[in-house]
């Protein structure tokens, strides 16, 4: 079905939520986090969240509801529009505050821009997986076909414009649990 692809990309991005989710527990217990984890995770968030997997669903899914008969200006492909543009300001704030902890070692931004990025991701996928996703299956179970073959060129369109695969963010996902989880020892 057409959302598929984009159900995968949700169980590797939860991945790296909740490796951000302990990340935000080991700083909160005064633990230093390198830059080995925390520069693959603003990567993720820009190349793979939001430059390959928005893209695949801003670039074929919302349009193909549209079509379907869901209005754009309203309900939910502008609640997930909007959403998306948070995520982009939430991790442009993110990043930001990840360098000003890598050279000043303060984490208190860090640490309530991780977590703002957390809820709000999570709370979003949640919408997704069990409102948006389930309307489009119903309403695009005539061009699913179509639709999974735009989802597949985006991601390898965004992902090749990055430098980057598929398997290297599930590589880097796994990375980062690990690594996460080394840190609480």
């Known amino acids: 079905m057409s959302t598929a692809s984009l159900r995968r990309d949700h169980e590797l991005i ?23 984890i925390l520069l693959p995770v603003i990567d993720f968030s820009k190349n ?3 430059a390959c997997h928005h893209s695949k669903e801003e670039g074929s899914l919302f349009p193909a509801l549209e079509q379907a008969g869901m209005p754009r200006n309203m309900g939910p492909i502008a609640i997930m ?21 890598l050279s000043s070692g303060d984490s208190t931004k860090l640490i309530s821009d991780l977590q703002q990025y957390v809820e709000h991701v ?11 996703f389930m309307m489009a299956e119903a309403r695009l179970q005539y061009v699913s076909k179509k639709v999974d073959q735009e989802l ?15 398997e290297h963010y599930e590589q880097l996902a796994e990375n980062l649990s690990r690594d996460v989880s080394q840190q609480g020892i």
């Open 81 to 101: 529009l909007m959403d998306h543009e948070r995520s982009r300001e939430l991790g442009k704030e993110m990043e930001s505050s990840a360098k000003n902890y």
């Open 152 to 166: 597949n060129e985006i991601e390898e369109t965004k992902l090749k414009e990055t430098g980057k695969t598929r």
């Open 14 to 36: 939860e991945k790296v939520i909740k490796a951000m989710e302990s990340t935000i527990q080991l700083l909160n217990d005064g633990k230093q986090i390198p830059e080995s």
């Open 48 to 50: 793979f969240t939001d």
């Open 122 to 132: 999570t709370e979003h996928l949640w919408k997704e997986n069990n409102r948006l």
